[in-house]
């Protein structure tokens, strides 16, 4: 029977009819048939390619609508005066000094980042961005005509990043405008003591060396460069909007000057060794107008209010909080490698014959020999050139951008696929040979099947190193990063959560038993944007508990650790919370109520956490489930074979993790990317 497709519930009504047969044929596959139906109506003339094409169109509309709906569903009430009497009733703190103690740490690190999820075409963001941005019905407005979309280069990504960050950084301003607001009335006498940091942003777009090799080290030059330019703009700005004929003015423009003179060298062609070396010259040369702390600048705004009226003394004060939370660029910049990159550097240290075993105590003897009497090493822009290790490339860029374009802004490295603790100490040893240990914040990335089951035994190895407690106390954290992607596929989502959690609490165990709960701990969770990846549809509160639960929380409180959260954004998805200042204030408010930094010390005990026997015998079934597939030579077949053709591109990074030696180039599931790894399997069906 053929059959006539003319909208998109005529195709649900046709679905719905052959659902109901499998009650009588449980193997019946309504989906399969509707196939059929489909193709026997394209015979039949009654439906043509166009009629097909109405029906994507309809169907693209839809989804346009329904994730426009369920934006402002999470982050709603998304109108300005709603959200300042939201954050105005939060405002709990019995006295001055409990005010300040929540208002002058971070609730929230947030990191914007480049994860392959740019399906919508710009067009369609900014429109489902505006829909989700009022209120009122969404209808068809929102389903915009067939636009070009751009290729997703890492020029691109970087630029989406920075508009994000952009918005999150006025919506932040308005939030410490009210807090000073707040503060001024309530405490008259003591408010100019008050400091407000709610939130930190950051991003590794352009930074990001993991599994890449098409980003070179004058790339991520050139965005520091940009950052700082776009920074120092906003902050004139801003200034010039307070008091035209501020001092501070003038050092911010000629800042500005300098700066895009700079920038311009290094958007030049820099393939030639001579443009290369000017552009580099210019740059380390010494110049009144070379801006690389705002210190001074923060001082002086800051004594300016202590004689200003209210209103003045509020904008000058939240203007010194943007630049003492920022530094010299759009936000903190986090470099990313994988461990087998710093493997390859430090064996020429400690093994240039490779006879061992970097994961045994040995090299943890000999990591901690080299560390004790390591000598700081001068680097320039000549090394970086000529240096062919990805890793020490990333040590020695970090130092140029903290002694030639931000001196106050400290750098995170985070470690992809860290599996032993030696990993840490060879990053910490590169830190202090290039001088910029007191900078660097070097981060594991927990995220393998072996790092997940042995993070613990991880940690407790590497903070009972007396060479590692020393480097956290300088810089005041012990930071650590949590993979939800890679681990999903690796041992399972359900499972990698579960481990993921153990490790967090494992954590506390490990800072509390080596004395470490005088510094922080900085949990970087990057889920996503999709289940798949850790973010829960349901609710804001939802999609913050999930990757660092009340349990694990609660383990910090009780040891008495103070604890800083950090969660991704990632890529188009993730940017849409951010794409209007109306979204970026409801999602900063959002996060402002919920207060992921804390909770309730004494709630009651989950049962869940109590029966360990279940929820380990629960982790370990499902677990041993996902590592057949992983070792399923068909399944990797399925995957690798012809799936990643079928994919659109929707980011800078390709499919493939790429490698500095061609050894590593051997095509297996651990190199295919988690978000096309989940995509193909979507594809399959």
Known sequence: MATSFSSVS???????????RTRET???????????????????GETDLGDIEALVAELECQSIQSRATRLRRLVAPVGRAENQEALAASHDAKDFEAFRELWEVPQLHTVFTAHPTFLLTPQQHEAVAEAASRDGAIGDEVCTSESERPAVTLKFEHGRAMRAIGNAQDARDSIVSELLGHASKQWPDRWHELAPLPFRFATWVGYDMDGRTDIKWYDSITFRLSE??????????????????HKVLQTLTSALDYSRARLADFQEDLSEPEALSTAANRLTADDPNKLLSLKPLIEALEEDARGADPDRAISLKTLA????????????IHFRVNSSQLHNAIRRRIDPNNTLDLGSRSAIAALRKILGKVKPLRSNFAALAIESSTAIRQFIAMAQILDHIDGDAPIRMLIAECEQPSTILAALYFAKLFSIEDKVDVSPLFETETALEHGGRFLDALLKEESYQQYARLRGRVAIQTGFSDAGRFVGQIPASLAIERLQGRLSEAMEKNGLTDVAALIFNTHGESMGRGAHPDSFADRLDWPLSPWARRRFVRAGIRLEPEVSFQGGDGYLFFATPELARATLTRVAELRPATTDADAPVDPFYRRTDLSLDFYRAIRSHQREHLHSKTYSRAVTAFGLGMLNSTGSRVSRRQSDIAADREMSLRQIRAIPHNAVLQQLG
């Open 10 to 20: 005529a195709l649900l009504e046709r679905l719905s009819e052959l659902h109901a």
């Open 26 to 44: 449980p193997l019946f596959n309504p989906v399969f048939q509707l196939g059929l139906d489909l193709s026997r109506a394209l015979e039949s």
């Open 228 to 245: 700082k330019v776009e920074r120092l703009e906003r902050y004139a700005a801003a200034l010039k909007a307070i008091d035209p004929a």
């Open 321 to 332: 909080a943007a630049m003492r939370a920022d530094g010299l660029g759009m936000g903190w």
